[in-house]
């Protein structure tokens, strides 16, 4: 069994608990007569199948490993022609007529499990050893019988609120992944999600009533990941909505008895429920280091409605809100591009409405579309005018088993409501977002107009449309990359980076636009000051100051913002003092209380951590690499936090 990723980018990965669940399940059933290996990395695989070929390849499919995932039943068919090649995950169109197109089209496929896979996939493992007739598989398991589909789906009605399944973890099928490094530790205390978002599939039907895992099982495997695993600082608990239950609150309990007993983990992702305010905010007061994090998506109330996210109340996520605010946590959130309904001037007014609800980060996405979602239907394609267009998935490719393997995504470029020319019309401002609020570069100046009555999204709109030679033409050059990206079908897409020139390109040059574009002005200073020059000009024009205290003010917050720039990456641990007027420093740290405190004492300084995390991607045995394409991997991999050094009060 496979949950497999392409490994060829650095990068952290999660373990395979989604097969795990099935192979415990089988396991426990079967006991000696099942002899079950668990595989992540592809060339690991490829090894055990050329060496020992499998009477079954189990894998799961997601729209990151689904080409991956046909050159390994390919092996595995070469290697034993008997093999049956088994695939679950939620990365096809749920109804008849896509289950049976998807079989057709994946000659190599045996069967398709949908939802849940324990039962169908140990029931049809049972059938093997029985020798029992293939051709017609158990209920949850589609297969072609004499070309048609074949396809008895579980009755969800009827099952239980209770997950009674055994634990991968304490079964020890996960050891040899929590001893990895690379490999984050997820947890699953329940399934299912009652929201209906059209451009998801956690919330479909078939999946929609929430059942629980026990409270004592799920204690026993965080005790059991604390002492076996790697120490990861890194923790997943991978429910739809947390905090949707009152149990969660002592899940989260837990969590921050374990952080305080081991020193592990520090990072904890979760994603709150969406109506639970009071319960999400009581659990990150427990956690104290999850930061808060609400995606909106969008505040137009018709986008919301014909998404499926009508129904999710503002007065929780303001409430959500002003707690993180109030408790030191900065809040993110998601908003998403091409929407069903959505309009540029509704796009538009969500990136203001969420600098007025007071996010600190804000994150735009394209939508990519997957096989299962409303969204992705026939259906909703016609009905919203959807268009998409394809391109390579970063981090996806790679050669295994003799081929050049790769993958690619689709995703929303226009709808009868926004044309792809209005939807491209937001890259730039969307990076500039990302680059002057998000990682902070002109957040101090962004926080003073906003002080000052001015949204920061407003200034960062008209930067987008700077007249500044150097800035006019890299938003050009930008502009040009971004859609030079896209390709209009996934047989394009394919066809071109089969070519091995392209896939060659592919391989060791391809990078994520927006990191790259970090890169190009990191390396050249002068645009770098242009754009801090025009956002400043920019702040002046927009706000009415109308005294000098102001003005002083705003030159002030300039300089102090300067001390925390990071102009070399390679920069050596350090530590300093400074006192720095509390209105400067007010903007600067957020907070509001230092606004008439007289000079306070600050540490500016770069920790051996940070240090360390730049010389790693940066200066491996010692040699400088600031070369673009190692810049742009470096940002990738969390290197945008670094382009800042730390301050904090001193006590």
């Not at 579980?154 to 490999?183: A, E, R």
């Not at 739809?240 to 989260?252: Q, T």
């Not at 030159?555 to 300067?562: F, K, R, Y």
Request: charged share 25%; net charge negative.
């Amino acid at each position: 069994m496979a949950d497999l990723v392409y490994d060829t980018v650095r990068t952290n990965y999660v373990v395979p608990l989604n097969v795990a669940y099935l192979a415990a399940y089988t396991k426990e059933k079967y006991g000696r007569d099942v002899d079950i290996k668990i595989f992540k990395y592809p060339l690991e695989l490829e090894k055990k199948i050329k060496n020992c070929p499998p009477d079954i390849l189990g894998l799961s499919n997601y729209s990151w490993n689904e080409r991956l995932n046909q050159v390994f039943m390919e092996l595995a068919k070469r290697q034993n022609p008997k093999v049956i090649t088994v695939m679950g995950g939620p990365n096809i169109r749920t109804d008849r007529a896509g289950i049976e197109a998807y079989l057709s089209v994946n000659s190599l496929l045996d069967y398709y499990i949908l939802f849940e896979g324990e039962e169908p996939f140990a029931n049809l493992v049972g059938q093997v050893l029985a020798g029992g007739d293939l051709s017609v598989p158990p209920v949850g398991c589609a297969g072609l019988v004499e070309g048609r589909l074949h396809f008895e789906s579980v009755n969800s009605i009827n099952t239980s609120k209770h997950i009674n399944y055994p634990s991968p973890y304490l079964s020890g099928l996960l050891d040899d992944f929590l001893v990895d490094p690379n490999m984050i530790p997820l947890f699953e205390t329940n399934r299912g999600c009652p929201f209906g978002c059209t451009y998801c599939t956690w919330g479909i039907a078939a999946l929609s009533k929430v059942r629980c895992r026990s409270l004592d099982v799920i204690y026993e495997e965080m005790d059991y990941v604390a002492l076996k695993s790697a120490k990861q600082v890194n923790w997943i608990f991978c429910d739809a909505n947390f905090g949707i239950l009152k149990r969660d609150i002592e899940i989260a309990k837990k969590i921050r008895q374990l952080m305080d007993e081991n020193g592990f983990p520090i990072n904890v992702t979760l994603w709150h429920s969406k109506n639970t305010g009071g319960r999400n905010i009581e659990i990150a007061k427990t956690i104290k280091n999850c930061e808060g994090y609400i995606a909106i998506q969008s505040t137009d109330p018709d986008v919301l409605t014909a998404c499926g996210r009508g129904s999710i109340q503002p007065k929780h996520i303001m409430k959500q809100i002003d707690f993180y605010k109030e408790n030191g946590f900065e809040v993110s959130t998601d908003i998403l591009v091409g929407l069903p309904r959505e309009t540029a001037a509704s796009q538009l007014k969500t990136l203001m409405a969420a600098f007025d609800m007071g996010f600190g980060k804000i994150q735009a996405y394209n939508i990519r579309m997957l096989p299962g979602s409303q969204y992705e239907s026939t259906e909703d394609r016609l009905s919203y005018g959807v268009r998409t267009k394809f391109r390579p998935i970063f981090g996806a490719y790679g050669v295994y088993a003799g081929q050049n393997t790769f993958e690619v995504e689709e995703s929303v470029r226009a709808t009868k409501d926004m044309s792809e020319s209005e939807l491209e019309s937001f890259k730039i401002l969307h990076w500039l977002i990302d680059f002057c609020w998000n990682i902070g570069y002109g957040k101090p100046v962004l926080r003073f107009a906003q002080d000052h009555g001015v949204n920061p999204g407003l200034i960062l709109y008209e930067l987008s449309s700077s007249k500044n030679p150097l800035l006019a033409g890299l938003f050009l050059e930008m502009k040009k990359q971004s859609t030079d990206e896209w390709l209009e079908t996934k047989a394009a897409a394919v066809a071109f980076y089969e070519q091995q020139e392209n896939f060659d390109e592919l391989q060791n040059n391809f990078v994520k636009l927006n990191q790259l574009w970090i890169a190009m002005i990191y390396r050249n200073p002068e645009i770098l000051l242009a754009l801090q020059t025009e956002l400043i000009q920019l702040i002046k024009l927009n706000v009415q100051i109308d005294d000098g205290e102001s003005s002083e003010l705003l030159d002030s917050l300039v300089g102090a913002t300067h001390k925390l720039l990071c102009s070399d990456l390679l920069q050596e641990e350090f530590s300093i003092r400074e006192r720095i007027p509390g209105n400067v420093l007010s903007y600067v740290l957020d907070n509001s209380e230092l606004s008439n405190k007289g000079a306070v004492e600050v540490e500016i300084y770069r920790d051996k951590d940070t240090v360390m995390f730049c010389n790693f991607f940066l200066n491996q045995e010692n040699k400088r690499d600031f070369s673009i394409q190692n810049l742009t991997r470096f940002f990738e991999m969390g290197g945008k936090k670094m382009l800042k050094n730390q301050m904090r009060l001193v006590d």
